[in-house]
Structure formats: C-alpha cells, structure tokens
C-alpha cells in the first residue's frame, strides 16, 4: 500500500464505543464523549491498521522481533526497506493539512512522522488576544476543581469531574500546555510594554479564545501530608564517594552535617521532618556558598537534592535578615523568586519551599500558566515571600503590575540550561532587565541543573556575578549511577509490540514511557488501555486539569503507567518510578539523562529501557556510549559499531550525530559542541512541542 491509500484510510473516521481507561470514568454520554469516542475510534482504526502493516512487516521480515541480535547493517537495511515500502521516508504527514482541531477531527495520522504541526507554538499563530481588565481578577470566571499536582505523594487524587472533557486539543486556548516561540514585546493600548511574547498571552488566557478558568485545588493543610516524603534508597551512602569539583574563588569549606549550616530551630525540625538525616553532595557544597551569599551555578545527578540545596539556604538568610510575615497587597514585593520550565514541576518546588518554611512567617506562592490568572493574582496579593513560578505567568503579573522587584534578593534558575537556551533564554533576560529588578550585584543568582552545556555556561555569565562558583558532583551531564541502563535496537514498527511486552513483564510498576509528541503520547496511552494496561498521558496539548489528574493518578498507582512527552523529563521526583522507557529517544543527550533521571532518585535503584532506532538515533550513537560508559553500564556491540561509523576525524561538516558538531537537522542550525553530546541551544520541533 502506498504512502497516499495509508493517509486516506487513517483519516476516515469510524465510530467505536470503546473508552480507554485512563479517560474512562469521563466519557459515558454527551457531545464531548461523543468528541472522544470518535478521536479513540479513528486511533484505534488506525491502530488496526498499523497492527495488520506491522503484522505484514514481521511476517515480511521474519526476525523483526530479534533486531537486537543482528548486525546493525543489516538492520538498518530491513528497517529502511520496509520504510520506504510502507509508510514513505522523508514523507511529513504532519505537514498536510492539520489544523488546531486535527484531533479530535480524525485527522490523526502522522503519528510516526508528524514534526512541525505537533508544536505548541503552531497552535497559538494567529491567535488574537485582548488585555484583560487587571480588576476582574476578583471575579469569579467559574471553577474547574479536580484532584490534582498538590497530593502527599501518597494520597491518591481523585475525583474526575463530571462533565470533563477530552478536548485538550480542541484549539480552545484555554489551558494549553505550551507556550514558547515567539518573544516580541506588546505594547498594550495603555501604552505600557506588556512584556509579554504572543505565547505567553496565551499561557495566561489573555487571549480571544475562552478563559482559562482552572482553578489547581489547594495543597494539603495538614502535617502529615506536608512532610509526606519517601525512603531514601540503598545507594544513598554511595553519594558520598562521588568527586565534586568546585571551581571559583575564595570558595567556603564544605559542611559534613546539617548541625555545621547552623540554621534556625524552625529549619532543623523542618528538616527533621522532612526524614532528611544527611546532606547530599551537592548540599554539602550549595549550602554553605548560598549561606556565604555567593552566586552559583550547580551540576548534580538527577535525584541528588538540588532543590533542597537552595531551598534551605535561601530560607535561612530570611529569617536571619528577620523577614516580615507578608500581608495583604495590591503590589507584593518577594525577595526571592524561583523559576523551571514546567507547570508540574514548579508546584512540585512550591510544595518543597511550603514544607521547609513550614512554622515560619514565610509565605510561598505558586503562578502558572494553564491556570485561571485572577487565581493567580489572589494568591500572590495576600502576601509572597518566595515567588515560585513559570516564566511566561511570572512575566505575565509583572505587566499587571501585582509583583514589584525592588525587594529581589534571590533568583533561582531550576534546570537553568533549559531555562537559558533559545526558549526561554529571552524571558530570562527580559526579567533581571526589568524595572526595578536589582542589578546581578545587588542580588543572589543561582543555577542548578544536571547538566549544564558549555555554551548555556557561557551564557549564564550574563545573569551571575562574575565570581560565581560552579560545583560540579560528579560528571557534569552524567547520568545517575543508580539507573540501570539498557539500549535496545528495536525499528520503529515494532516499537509498540517490544513496549507492551516489556510493560507486561514489569507488571504493576510504575513507568514512565517517553514519546516524542504530543499525538503519540495520546496515541500510545490509547494502545496500551486497549491492550489493558492502565496508563494515562501528560503532554501540552493536555488542559492543566487534565496534566494534574494524570500525575495524580499516576502517582497514586491508579495508572501505573505514564506516557509522557519531555514535558515530564525534567525535575519530576515521583516516589517509586522504577522504569523509565525511551519509546523514542530524544534528540539530544541531556534530555536523555534528565527523562532517565525519573527513576533511581535520592540512593533508590531504577531501570531505563531504550530503543534505539537506526533509522533515526544514529546520531545519539556516541554520546549514549559516552554516557553509559561513564555511568559504568553496559554498552552493546551494536550500539559501539555505530558510534565509531559515525565517526569521521577532523570532518565538521553537516552529517548528524558527527562528535564535533552536533546539528538538528529538523532546525537547519548547527552548534560546536566540543563534547558531542549537549544540547544545542536551538529547540528542536521535539522540545518545543513539550514545553509549557
Ligand atoms: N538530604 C536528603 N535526605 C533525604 N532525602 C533527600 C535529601 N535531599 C533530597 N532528598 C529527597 O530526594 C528527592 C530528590 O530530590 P530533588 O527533587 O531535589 O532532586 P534533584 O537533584 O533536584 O533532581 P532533578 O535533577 O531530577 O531535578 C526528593 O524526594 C527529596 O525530598
């Protein structure tokens, strides 16, 4: 069948009654389940379509389930063969004829090839949007309550509610994960400069579409909850063996204990609280710099603290400076504010600063976008200390004027190399050159990250002090010893089969199964309900309601299985993530260590899957040997043949996956990249489809 008859047939749409059951409870009756039914009908036609191509494929290529086992040629050969034959190389399905609604219209095909329309910043062109009256935020625009991202991490979250919809992807605008791309400022009709790129209008409902109108639920009140945290793992002691290199001037000792920070009584039983007996590594280092009032940049392995490597310092220079409990305030002025890339991860940093300024006067406020914004505005005017936010909604309150900068004391760039690249390096630098935003010299700038390019490096320079330190735990852009690493080489067709039996050898374990977009997150949550395993999907085409119950359930056990775009790689600490599996690879290396970096946390063990498709990984070749060996794992036979043919000494031409020049074709750019496997600071339609 050729390229054309396979696009006709997927796109026709076909009724099915069947609902998968990360959606179940949702979609008994009514238009939206209608909606639903039919976009589950058109994947699972399509769906049977692929099975019988594949099936036709395996039969065609007897040994397609063992291409773990033969010689890479020879793979690459079949692969290519039944590539062409089948589904078209070169072709973009994604490229015809999509618009917003493609999904829920049956236009789903393009799962295995679709690139530019899968991003978020299509999504967003030729939005128009409107400035909203800054008072209507006492307004109620209606409330879209359902569990959420602020459970214990035991507490399971439920209640769907009723009448909700799958319509994430309905082009609504409200709600939609991602924002990024186009950074010009806006002059409002009052004159003043917005701040605020087209997508960030968008990520705040300051839009024409409807408003955004989720309101997240409270974090739990009650103590338990707040210091709910899980066991750290047998490894736990082994952190104390890594080398840490700290580079910099007139650097502080380290300290050995939490006793040696001389902190508060209040921090101590926080701590205490909190089951934090002995610092990590890059607590042992992070602190005392903070407490030293230095400015820092910090490399450490995914799981290994970091966040309470800056929380506590940070804490402990208030209360010594004697912080005034924060009171109601049209215009609150924090002293320190906190930014990551992703919605659930900065709620998951919020709820960190919540527990260790637990019994202080203290006040921590969470923003982002997907989230009604007079919400926003409610919980900072009554009061904010430590803002914790995304950047598009933080740039967002600073046009409303809720937030003045003067008090600034503390910048906190979480996964600062994501922070400072291409798609949001410009908010970056928008806010320290902000009215009223103390200069580098008047303020604390730390980074923390686990991994750091040295060109992203080089730009931070911009940000910190010019004798900022740089700690280093480890192997800077390694990854976390304590994952257990294996690389398959599966072909994207049979992809689907080699995941579902992995998945049922796992068993009820919870894992985190990486797509590269968005659609085929959908597309792959659907196929394994319809195989009977309950998983769900978080991606940002998903309605922030619908991103929070998906961790929640996730969390809870209820789906123990998360499909998930890079949205979900960075920073997330789920307790007892024992898999991670890299359906597709990403395109670059450190997204690679940071999804990896889901399991294994805090001295736990865990275990990473891959597959390694020839037909598009080659160029993750070398640096996942690099990786690897560096981590001590094993490196297959296969997967070192093709590292070394990438190989061609002194060339710096355009081939992909070349050591000395890393390129993103998809982009067209090029960056040097002395070490070969970090990323470039050009997005590629992979990362910007997932970014919020
Ligand atoms: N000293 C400690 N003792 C016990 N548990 C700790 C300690 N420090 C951190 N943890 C716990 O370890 C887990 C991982 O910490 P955290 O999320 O800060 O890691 P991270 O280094 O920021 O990871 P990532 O790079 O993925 O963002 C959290 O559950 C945290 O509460």
């Known amino acids: 069948m050729g390229d054309e008859d396979w696009e006709a047939e997927i796109i026709k749409p076909h009724m099915s009654s069947y609902v998968p059951v990360f959606e179940k409870d949702r979609y008994s009756s009514g238009a939206h389940g209608d909606t639903f039914n039919r976009t589950l009908a058109s994947l699972s036609e399509m769906d049977d379509r692929y099975s019988r191509r594949d099936h036709f494929m395996r039969s065609r290529f007897a040994s397609g389930r063992s291409l773990g086992n033969r010689d890479p040629g020879e793979s690459n050969k079949r692969e290519h063969t039944s590539t062409m034959g089948d589904f078209g190389v070169g072709r973009s399905f994604g490229n ?12 789903s095909c393009s799962f295995w090839r679709e690139s530019s329309n899968d991003r978020e910043d299509n999504q967003t062109r030729n939005r128009g949007f409107s400035k909203r009256d800054d008072s209507k935020y006492e307004q109620d625009e209606g409330t879209q309550r359902s569990g959420g991202i602020f459970g214990s991490r035991r507490s399971a979250l439920s209640g769907v509610g009723k009448g909700d919809t799958y319509q994430s992807r309905s082009g609504s605008g409200s709600g939609r994960g991602g924002y990024k791309g186009l950074n010009e400022e806006v002059i409002t009709a009052s004159g003043k400069n917005s701040w605020k790129s087209e997508a960030e209008r968008r990520e705040s409902g300051d839009t024409q579409g409807p408003k955004v109108t989720y309101i997240p639920p409270p974090p739990p009140e009650d103590e338990d909850s707040i210091f709910a945290h899980y066991q750290t793992g047998i490894n736990f002691d082994k952190y104390d063996t890594i080398l840490v290199e700290v580079s910099g001037h007139d650097v502080p000792p380290a300290i050995l204990t939490f006793e040696e920070a001389n902190l508060c009584q209040t921090l101590n039983s926080n701590i205490a609280k909190a089951g934090y007996t002995k610092l990590t590594p890059v607590q042992k280092y992070s602190i005392p710099i903070i407490l030293g009032g230095r400015d820092l940049m910090a490399c450490a392995q995914t799981g290994s603290g970091k966040t309470a490597a800056f929380l506590l310092p940070i804490l402990a220079h208030m209360m010594r400076d004697g912080v005034t409990a924060s009171r109601f305030k049209e215009l609150q002025e924090p002293e320190c504010i906190i930014v990551a890339p992703t919605r659930e991860l900065i709620s998951q940093i919020y709820l960190e600063a919540r527990k260790f300024s637990f019994g202080t006067c203290v006040r921590a406020v969470v923003i982002y976008g997907g989230t009604q914004l007079g919400h926003s505005i409610r919980q900072i005017v009554q009061g904010c200390n430590i803002l914790c936010a995304t950047p598009g909604r933080l740039m967002d309150i600073i046009g409303k004027e809720k937030i003045g900068l003067r008090q600034v004391k503390y910048i906190v ?8 690249d291409m798609g949001f390096g410009p908010e970056m630098k928008k806010l320290i050159s902000c009215p009223g935003m103390p200069s580098k010299e008047q303020r604390q700038t730390l980074m923390f990250s686990a991994t750091f390019p040295e060109e ?33 080489q599966v072909g994207q067709y049979s992809k689907r089969e080699k995941l579902v039996e992995i998945l049922r050898n796992i068993g009820d374990e919870r894992t985190m199964v990486f797509v590269e977009t968005k659609k085929k997150a959908d597309f792959i949550a659907t196929f394994l309900c319809q195989e009977k395993i309950s998983t769900t999907s978080i991606h940002g085409d998903r309605e922030q309601r619908e991103r929070e119950q998906a961790l929640g359930d996730f969390r809870c056990g209820k789906c123990p299985v998360l499909v998930a775009t890079s949205v979900a790689a960075r920073g997330l600490d789920i307790e007892n993530v024992q898999h991670v599996i890299n359906f597709d690879l990403p395109s670059t290396i450190d997204e690679y260590v940071h999804r990896i970096g889901r399991t294994g946390r805090c001295g736990n063990t865990g275990r990473a899957i891959s597959f390694f498709d020839t037909e598009s990984d080659n160029h993750l070749a070398q640096p996942l040997v690099k990786v690897l060996s560096d981590a001590q794992q094993e490196v297959p036979a296969w997967l070192e043949e093709i590292a070394f043919s990438m190989y061609v000494p002194g060339f710096s031409g355009s081939t992909r996956g070349n050591v000395f020049v890393s390129i993103d074709t998809r982009k067209g750019k090029s960056s040097l990249n002395t070490a070969g496997f970090s990323s470039s600071q050009a997005p590629n339609p992979v990362d910007d489809e997932s970014w919020d």
């Not at 760039?413 to 400072?420: F, K």
């Not at 730009?459 to 257990?484: H, I, M, P, T, W």
């Open 456 to 488: 992203i490096q080089r730009l931070a320079g911009e940000f910190l002090k010019s004798n900022y330190l740089f700690v280093a735990v480890g192997q800077v852009g390694g990854a976390c010893r304590d994952v257990q690493q294996t690389i398959l």
């Open 96 to 107: 015809r004829g999509f618009s917003n609604n493609k999904f829920e219209e049956g236009d």
């Open 413 to 420: 760039l979480d996964e600062a190399d994501r922070m400072l």
